[in-house]
């Protein structure tokens, strides 16, 4: 319910309290309303014309130029009210440890569990494996071993957290309260230093303020905002506290972006299909769109950050294949006709302290200091990413139907001028690591050296790929939710049952299941069974990816309890009875499984298991 702010609300009565009402904070009180009471705390409002939090959300921007910030919006929803849907899931190199880059403490298969019940919270569908080439990739990149396409999809419809269903799906929920217009300004630590024990709050319009006790605390305000405030929590205490990000002071640095920039222009035979370039329906009715970049033995070769090409605009017809400025002809055989096209490159931001987010000597109107933004790109960050364009345009001219050239800036003989745009993706400044020396929170997402806080957002990126955040904070977000439902003091009630090479899950799967892979298990018949034991669980709810032409019966000791698309699955959750073991029984139907992924491809495959959590 959306409850006015009042300083005599019995806050000791809320079990679990997240600062944001954005994607992940909504998503994080959805998951443990299941479990005990929710409070949110909002800084803005439902009001959108206010949303840009004027004279307390501003930034100081320092280093290099940022262009405008409107794309942050503190109002209930966040920034998912103004999201372009555009997604794409994060690449398995992402996780490794690469030249420059500390990967992550989890591994791609972690990460990847979790993303079939974030794509259902964002309305979007599964992400197939890579299509072959057709049409501009076929033309463009004929048999090249080095460039692929990437094919992002669309949210849809786009999610909006911010509108109307969803504002009455919480005016509505019993055990989760909305507080708007709240701004948490400080967190107190316990006399030990080591848990969270209270937070203060200010109420814009009023100015009135409360304190108010913390039982679990979730950070899920923003790439800056979550810096931010950890930040001005830590001047209270000794140097090196859990609040600045531990010995090494971590809060607020390692900032990242996705430098864009459009420094070329492509000329294309007209003989060459680009109808792929424009966003279009695919054969499973998802809308999606073609991104270039080079492979990742590609680029390890050449020392480059991880890259891709996006198509910004129509092509449209060129008056010549001339450069007008030199009168230098572009193809050497000329063609009948062709296109140009200027596209832009989205770079791979290297992890760099001198990028960070601090704290202004402006303050605020709740009395705090705003952020200063500092964006730091070095010179040799930027060389690479010269070198890597030169590269990428070299690879993509050797089949004779396309001609690039340099334009703008970009002409000079380094990139030193040039100024880089940016993609409105904050990431980074509250990282996550193998151990607080080298991060603010570990691989469950909890603040090194605290007990009761979380952290939740892109924040906790400590690398970032090419690709859109909020799908894969939202994976995050839906691990960590995960991990606090299995892990609370009464996490001996349920299980969380996870299926792939060497798991004990395993051993509850009965027929109609292939050989366990790396992070889970395919369907391998019309018919599949599983045994678990319950553990006074009540709920059970199923992690899986699956065709979107897939179909799914389920039985659960005998009683049939869905009928519908596989590919749903993980937005639903299932009553159990009181039987001590809970019998699954799947009725299954759908195209056959990925080559190779079952070992026979005569037999239907409608979903890929990847984990059965009771709750």
């Not at 000794?238 to 607020?252: D, M």
């Not at 590609?298 to 910004?312: D, G, V």
């Not at 990139?415 to 570990?442: C, E, I, K, P, Y």
Request: glycine share 10%; proline share 7%; aromatic share 10%.
């Amino acid at each position: 319910m959306f409850v006015p702010f009042d300083p005599s609300l019995n806050w000791a009565a809320y079990d679990y309290v997240i600062i944001g009402a954005g994607p992940a904070g909504l998503f994080l009180a959805d998951k443990f309303a299941t479990k005990g009471r929710v409070l949110i705390l909002e800084a803005g409002s439902r009001d959108l014309s206010s949303a840009t939090g004027d004279g307390y959300y501003d930034l100081e921007v320092t280093d290099r130029g940022y262009g405008t910030l409107g794309e942050r919006l503190s109002t209930f929803g966040g920034t998912s009210n103004h999201w372009g849907g555009h997604s794409h899931p994060l690449g398995p190199a992402t996780f490794s440890n690469r030249p420059g880059f500390p990967g992550w403490p989890i591994t791609y298969a972690d990460y990847a569990l979790h993303l079939p019940e974030a794509r259902n919270w964002l309305n979007l569908g599964p992400f197939e494996a890579e299509p072959g080439r057709t049409g501009v990739e076929r033309d463009l990149l004929g048999h090249s071993q080095y460039l692929s396409a990437l094919h992002f999809q669309f949210s849809n419809p786009i999610r909006r957290f911010g509108d109307d269903p969803t504002v009455q799906k919480y005016a509505s929920a019993p055990d989760i309260d909305v507080v708007l217009d709240t701004r948490v300004i400080d967190i107190h630590l316990d006399h030990a230093g080591k848990t969270v024990e209270k937070l203060d709050l200010f109420h814009l319009p009023s100015g009135r303020t409360a304190t108010i006790p913390a039982k679990i605390l979730f950070l899920a305000a923003g790439g800056i905002e979550n810096p931010r405030l950890m930040l001005w929590a830590a001047r209270k205490y000794q140097a090196g506290n859990p609040f600045a990000g531990g010995r090494n002071n971590i809060t607020g640095k390692y900032f990242m972006e996705h430098p864009a920039y459009s420094p070329v222009d492509i000329y294309i035979d007209a003989r060459a299909d680009l109808t792929a370039l424009k966003p279009h329906l695919n054969a499973t009715n998802e809308m999606v769109n073609v991104v270039l970049t080079p492979s990742d033995d590609f680029l390890a070769a050449h020392e480059l950050n991880r890259m891709a090409m996006h198509f910004q605009d129509t092509p449209f017809p060129a008056s010549t294949d001339y450069d007008i400025q030199t009168g230098q002809a572009l193809f050497v055989s000329h063609p009948v006709a062709y296109s140009r096209i200027t596209p832009f490159f989205i770079f791979e931001q290297t992890p760099d302290a001198q990028s960070f987010v601090g704290l202004s000597q402006k303050m605020g109107k709740d009395g705090t200091p705003l952020a200063r933004l500092n964006w730091h790109l070095s010179d040799d960050e930027v060389k690479r990413y010269r070198k890597g364009v030169m590269l990428f345009c070299g690879l993509l001219n050797q089949y004779g139907l396309a001609k690039t050239r340099f334009v703008g800036d970009a002409t000079g003989p380094d990139w030193s001028n040039v100024q880089f745009g940016n993609a409105a993706h904050h990431m980074g400044a509250t990282r996550m690591a193998h151990d607080a020396l080298g991060g603010v929170v570990d691989s469950n997402c909890k603040v090194f050296g605290l007990d009761n806080m979380y952290i939740a957002g892109s924040s906790v990126f400590p690398a970032t790929d090419i690709v859109n955040p909020t799908l894969n904070l939202m994976a995050l977000t839906a691990r960590l939710a995960n991990f606090i439902l299995t892990t609370s003091p009464d996490a001996n009630v349920g299980v969380n049952y996870r299926f792939g090479v060497g798991r004990d899950a395993n051993k509850t799967l009965g027929k109609g299941w292939a050989t366990p892979d790396a992070a889970g298990v395919w369907s391998d018949g019309p018919e599949a069974t599983l045994t678990l034991e319950r553990n006074r669980a009540t709920k059970l709810s199923i992690m899986n990816s699956a065709a979107a032409t897939a179909g799914v019966k389920i039985e659960i000791n005998g009683k049939q309890v869905y009928d519908g698309p596989a590919n749903a699955l993980s937005s639903q959750s299932f009553p159990l009875d009181d039987e001590d073991r809970v019998a699954m029984l799947l009725h299954l139907s759908g195209p056959p499984a990925p080559k190779g992924a079952t070992g026979n491809d005569a037999h239907p495959a409608a979903i890929y298991l990847q984990s059965v959590i009771l709750t």
